[in-house]
């Protein structure tokens, strides 16, 4: 595994390095680099592996909703993981309050 990113992993880099909090949905990261899942999939792993990103995975915030809940956050260099964990997580957090807000079952 080379320590160069690949043009798949600058394109999913660039994706979260643009995002306000440095962190998005997987599927929104995807929807940026434009990827199709297999690569994208396979990028996410590479960088996960290389200490570049974390994945954090949530449940469903409805049970009528399906999908992909993981959010990923961007690591800076010289940054503890930990940091890109939570940045992850507030990012989930503020949009589960968004759709709290506005959801209704019926």
């Not at 469903?60 to 992909?68: F, I, K, M, V």
Request: net charge positive; glycine share 6%; charged share 20%.
């Amino acid at each position: 595994m080379s320590t160069e990113p690949s043009r798949t992993a600058t394109m999913v880099l660039a994706a979260l390095a643009g995002s306000a909090e440095n962190a998005l949905f997987a599927a929104q990261v995807r929807a940026a680099a434009g990827l199709d899942n297999t690569r994208f999939e396979t990028t996410l792993a590479d960088l996960e592996k290389q200490g570049r990103i974390v994945v954090t995975h949530h449940s469903a915030p409805d049970r009528h909703l399906a999908g992909d809940w993981r959010t990923v956050g961007l690591v800076h260099t010289g940054a503890s993981p930990a940091r890109a964990a939570e940045a992850a997580r507030r990012y989930f957090d503020r949009w589960l309050r968004q759709f709290l807000q506005h959801h209704r079952c019926t």
